[in-house]
């Protein structure tokens, strides 16, 4: 695919993925259908387009891996009933993060019930952000959150610039371009999918109900959320007070220190799918590895606590961590 300066039109969805983007799976190169944006509903749920593409593939009997389409993982995807496109791209978020019965027997009882793998994506703003919900008693994926985010302190040729060599390699640029929104729309629409699943409530503020965020080091919540919300012009919301790092309850656990998600997974002997920084296959791998820690038996606990007086500044509760 050719990179471009231009703003791709609302009116076309261009192919997510060129060959460039994975050597794993070989993408055809003919173009798939364009449909337009216009006819989009984002009211579309994740678990209704969830259902529908398991129904497919079922039926197909596909069991190779294949990448995420990028339109469904954030309710705009309108080739549902598109043979070609189920064939090229997956639309089950469960579909590379199986769990095998046989492990839950290893578990150790968590204290909470869900975690909340983020792994968000851009160094100068926020670029992706996705979560995926991992359910703490059985390690199913029970849902997940996924939007590209619009900058708001740049100018048009500086995201494009940004855009196109983050996403350009990838493949991806197009689809950023065309359902990328500004990181305040991203909270609001966040936070009604936390009130969804009754894991927040905007009326009643504090911390996530019996849940947590879980990240590859501190710089997401510690960091960059603080740094977006200032350039956003929005207040910290409460939920980003605590998070757990995976790399610091890792090194507890396994006695060992990984530097990363790819050392964790090679650890693990978790094979990588996907493409390591896209954010949204990142945060799988990472759920990849949470839930191989889950089956060691790990006890998987809050790391890092924002003070409540001096939100700024963070405590951070085990005394082996990564620093």
Same mark, same amino acid.
């Given at each position: 695919? %050719?990179?471009?300066?231009?703003?791709?039109?609302?009116?076309?969805?261009?192919? $997510?993925?060129?060959?460039?983007?994975?050597?794993?799976?070989?993408?055809?190169?003919? =173009?798939?259908?364009?449909?337009?944006?216009?006819?989009?509903?984002t009211?579309?749920?994740?678990?209704?387009?969830?259902?529908?593409?398991? *129904?497919s593939?079922?039926?197909?009997?596909?069991?190779r891996?294949?990448?995420?389409?990028?339109?469904?993982?954030? %309710?705009?995807?309108?080739?549902?009933?598109?043979?070609?496109? #189920?064939?090229?791209?997956?639309?089950?978020?469960?579909?590379?993060?199986?769990?095998?019965?046989s492990?839950?027997?290893?578990?150790? &009882?968590?204290?909470?019930?869900?975690? $909340?793998?983020l792994?968000? !994506? /851009? +160094?100068?703003?926020?670029?992706?952000?996705?979560?995926?919900?991992?359910?703490?008693?059985?390690?199913?994926?029970?849902?997940?959150?996924?939007?590209?985010?619009?900058?708001? /302190?740049?100018? !048009?040729?500086?995201?494009? !610039?940004?855009?196109?060599?983050?996403?350009?390699?990838?493949?991806?640029?197009?689809? @950023?371009?065309d359902?990328?929104?500004?990181?305040?729309?991203?909270?609001?629409q966040?936070?009604? @999918?936390?009130?969804?699943?009754h894991?927040?409530?905007?009326?009643?503020g %504090?911390?996530?109900?019996?849940a947590?965020?879980?990240?590859?080091?501190? @710089?997401?919540?510690?960091?960059?959320?603080?740094?977006?919300?200032?350039?956003?012009?929005? !207040?910290? &919301?409460?939920?980003?007070?605590?998070?757990?790092?995976? +790399?610091?309850?890792?090194?507890?656990?396994?006695?060992?220190?990984?530097? /990363?998600?790819?050392?964790?997974?090679?650890? #693990?002997?978790? =094979?990588?799918?996907?493409?390591?920084?896209?954010?949204?296959?990142?945060?799988?791998?990472?759920?990849?590895? *949470?839930?191989?820690?889950?089956?060691?038996?790990?006890?998987?606990?809050?790391?890092?606590r924002?003070? =409540?007086?001096?939100?700024?500044?963070?405590?951070?509760?085990? +005394?082996?961590?990564?620093?």
């Amino acid at each position: 695919m %050719g990179i471009s300066r231009v703003l791709p039109p609302l009116s076309r969805v261009s192919p $997510l993925y060129t060959s460039a983007f994975f050597h794993l799976v070989p993408i055809a190169s003919a =173009p798939l259908p364009f449909r337009p944006l216009s006819t989009i509903s984002t009211a579309v749920s994740a678990s209704q387009a969830q259902d529908a593409s398991t *129904l497919s593939y079922s039926k197909m009997g596909q069991n190779r891996w294949k990448p995420m389409c990028l339109y469904y993982t954030q %309710g705009k995807c309108t080739m549902m009933d598109d043979p070609m496109h #189920l064939e090229k791209f997956n639309h089950n978020c469960s579909w590379d993060l199986h769990v095998d019965p046989s492990n839950l027997n290893r578990m150790c &009882p968590q204290n909470l019930d869900f975690f $909340l793998v983020l792994d968000l !994506e /851009g +160094k100068v703003e926020i670029l992706e952000f996705p979560v995926v919900m991992i359910d703490a008693k059985t390690m199913e994926v029970v849902d997940f959150f996924h939007r590209f985010v619009r900058p708001s /302190g740049m100018s !048009e040729q500086r995201i494009n !610039e940004y855009i196109e060599g983050k996403y350009g390699k990838f493949g991806v640029h197009g689809v @950023w371009h065309d359902t990328a929104i500004p990181f305040k729309d991203v909270l609001r629409q966040f936070e009604a @999918w936390l009130a969804q699943h009754h894991l927040w409530e905007k009326q009643l503020g %504090g911390s996530l109900n019996r849940a947590a965020f879980v990240t590859c080091g501190n @710089w997401d919540l510690k960091t960059k959320v603080p740094q977006q919300c200032k350039v956003s012009m929005v !207040e910290l &919301p409460s939920y980003f007070m605590e998070w757990i790092n995976l +790399k610091d309850v890792y090194l507890n656990f396994y006695k060992r220190r990984a530097t /990363g998600m790819m050392t964790m997974m090679k650890e #693990l002997r978790i =094979p990588s799918l996907g493409s390591h920084h896209l954010g949204f296959d990142d945060t799988k791998n990472i759920s990849r590895v *949470l839930q191989g820690m889950l089956a060691d038996g790990a006890l998987i606990q809050i790391t890092a606590r924002r003070k =409540p007086d001096y939100p700024h500044e963070v405590e951070f509760l085990f +005394k082996n961590r990564i620093k």
